[in-house]
């Protein structure tokens, strides 16, 4: 198969992430009309308490996928459990221009959050088993790139239809997966894991392109990565299961605390909560600025983020983006928060009502680069091989909920108190993140396993 290709097939591979996202992108336009008198829904106009559920149930509905599907995909296969997490999503869409109510939604954001944490099991597994080794870092990001675009499109597409209309373009792209996705084969690790052999080799070939004209150096590369896979394939059987001592090594517990505190990062930075309502913050500041274009411009610049990190992480390092990102993070917050506090004293901001734009520009440009994208790479790198798969599953199952408290309050906080309350906390934790980073994450870019396995045994 040839580069592009590979690239065109993984790419669809991650349209559940652009769904994803296209989820979180409604929220922006659909909050303020839900709580507006004007609401769409026949019952009338939601509360605030009511529009935290809608924003922050999805959240909480995700354990529920993390863990079916983590079950799942080892069961019925990588394929099959991608191909089976798009039904959630089918169902969500489906329900809001059924919605007489705002019960409705609840159970349209359950099957959203259902299919999310379907999204964060699946497709990055089927992705890492069928890429190619040289590109499979690079592929392994479309999943965020796909979920900014995602976010981008769900804003777009509803503010510019009417609330009943937009999910039926969401439910087409669900449809039209639904209808491709089941062409490709099973990935080559999962059918020789079953004992499939000669389908686990008709699979690596249709992802590797090769045909009855292919010889020479190509197919030989081809039969060499079989074979490899073949042997991994006998090392992973006879692993013994994990136990109390495979965590009593200082390397490996550092490597669990890294890991932690850079997974807890992508919550604590605020960036979903925040981006959730992104049109209600515009709404809130006074700017002058329209708030639909400022909220396009703004998912505009995570999606450049999201493609400058693929370029810059292995080049530059994984620890120097790391500080970039959660330093301007924090100082984005900072200037946000600062001018929230004011305004609530009564200052008069009015020749300075650029300023929101410009404050949340950069922290979600600067917290995409690094702080939501880079724990992936630095966990998958210092966490050893058969700790891996525990930790991640772990670390998702703890940010389930965390995302479901800050959504689900954001909102009632800021009503209550103000919205700056909320800010200085996420910025107060890109502070933390930013100094422990430079004092205690170590650099993994180019490095074997042994060299940073004895960086994670100095380190300190």
């Not at 610049?301 to 990102?325: E, Q």
């Amino acid at each position: 198969m040839t580069r592009l290709r590979c690239i065109n097939i993984l790419s669809l591979t991650n349209f559940p992430g652009l769904f994803f996202g296209m989820s979180i992108g409604w929220l922006s336009p659909s909050i303020p009309q839900l709580l507006s008198p004007q609401s769409p829904l026949p019952s009338g106009p939601i509360s605030i308490d009511e529009a935290s559920w809608v924003s922050s149930i999805l959240y909480l509905a995700g354990i529920i996928g993390t863990i079916v599907f983590g079950w799942l995909v080892d069961r019925i296969g990588r394929k099959y459990s991608v191909y089976i997490g798009t039904i959630p999503n089918i169902i969500a869409w489906l329900l809001i221009p059924l919605a007489n109510n705002v019960i409705y939604l609840y159970i349209s954001r359950v099957f959203s959050g259902i299919a999310a944490g379907a999204v964060f099991v699946t497709v990055p597994l089927f992705v890492a088993e069928i890429a190619e080794t040289s590109i499979r870092g690079i592929l392994g990001s479309i999943l965020g790139i796909s979920i900014t675009i995602g976010i981008l499109l769900g804003q777009v597409i509803c503010t510019y239809m009417s609330f009943f209309n937009a999910p039926y373009v969401v439910l087409g792209l669900c449809i039209f997966f639904f209808a491709i996705f089941l062409i490709f084969p099973d990935t080559p690790q999962y059918l020789l894991m079953r004992n499939k052999n000669i389908a686990a080799e008709d699979a690596l070939n249709y992802y590797r392109g090769v045909n009855q004209e292919s010889t020479g150096d190509f197919l030989a590369q081809v039969n060499q990565e079989m074979e490899q896979l073949r042997e991994t394939h006998v090392d992973t059987t006879t692993t013994t299961p994990i136990s109390m001592e495979d965590f009593k090594s200082t390397a490996t517990k550092r490597a669990l605390v890294i890991s932690t505190i850079l997974f807890l990062g992508r919550n604590m930075c605020g960036l979903f909560p925040l981006v959730n309502f992104t049109e209600t913050i515009f709404m809130a500041s006074g700017s002058a600025l329209d708030n639909t274009a400022s909220t396009f411009i703004v998912s505009s610049l995570a999606i450049l983020a999201c493609i400058l990190c693929t370029i810059l992480v292995d080049r530059t390092g994984r620890r120097l983006v790391l500080i970039v990102s959660c330093a301007g993070s924090a100082l984005g917050l900072l200037g946000l928060g600062v001018f929230f506090l004011l305004k609530s004293e009564g200052y008069d901001l009015s020749n300075i009502n650029w300023f929101p734009l410009t404050a949340f520009s950069i922290f979600v440009f600067l917290s995409n680069f690094g702080v939501v994208t880079v724990p992936h790479f630095v966990g998958a790198e210092i966490l050893p091989f058969k700790l891996r798969g525990v930790v991640f599953s772990t670390m998702m199952l703890i940010s389930w909920p965390l995302l479901f408290l800050l959504t689900h309050y954001f909102l009632i906080v800021a009503e209550e108190y103000d919205m700056y309350y909320f800010v200085f906390v996420f910025f107060a934790w890109c502070t933390f993140q930013t100094i422990y980073v430079l004092i205690w994450v170590p650099e993994t870019k180019g490095r074997s396993l042994e060299e940073i396995t004895n960086a994670m045994e100095n380190t300190y």
